[in-house]
Nanobody, 121 residues
Framework: QVRLVESGGGLVQAGGSLRLSCTSSGRASSTDTKGWFRQAPGKEREFVAA????????EYADSVKGRFTVSENNAKDTWYLQMNSLKSEDTAVYYCVRGVGLRIPQAYEHWGQGTQVTVSS
């Protein structure tokens, strides 16, 4: 059974930074794309960033491009989301994911429990 555990959320002022981490355990597929989604109150879950399998290509939602960076440590089966220049509209629950790799939630089989990120203006 695959388990994803996130850490690093919290409260930050606008313009600040946070780094989220996601560690995977269990027998996961080596061909998974790994990434992040988020869900703000009253809104649908949306794609944030991903590291595509097999070429490691990095993808970002337009709303975070240039501010967020996704990376991974394969040896630890851990991936990260560095979030800089945070805005109030980035406030959401952030979920790490691994799966087939499209930009829709249905493409991801495994989800973390979610971590709250709150940006105060």
């Amino acid at each position: 059974q695959v388990r994803l555990v996130e850490s690093g959320g919290g409260l930050v002022q606008a313009g600040g930074s946070l780094r989220l981490s996601c560690t995977s355990s269990g027998r996961a597929s080596s061909t998974d794309t790994k990434g992040w989604f988020r869900q703000a109150p009253g809104k649908e879950r949306e794609f944030v960033a991903a590291i595509r399998w097999p070429d490691g290509r990095l993808e970002y939602a337009d709303s975070v491009k240039g501010r967020f960076t996704v990376s991974e440590n394969n040896a630890k089966d851990t991936w990260y989301l560095q979030m800089n220049s945070l805005k109030s509209e980035d406030t959401a629950v952030y979920y790490c994911v691994r799966g087939v790799g499209l930009r829709i939630p249905q493409a991801y089989e495994h989800w973390g429990q979610g971590t709250q990120v709150t940006v105060s203006s």
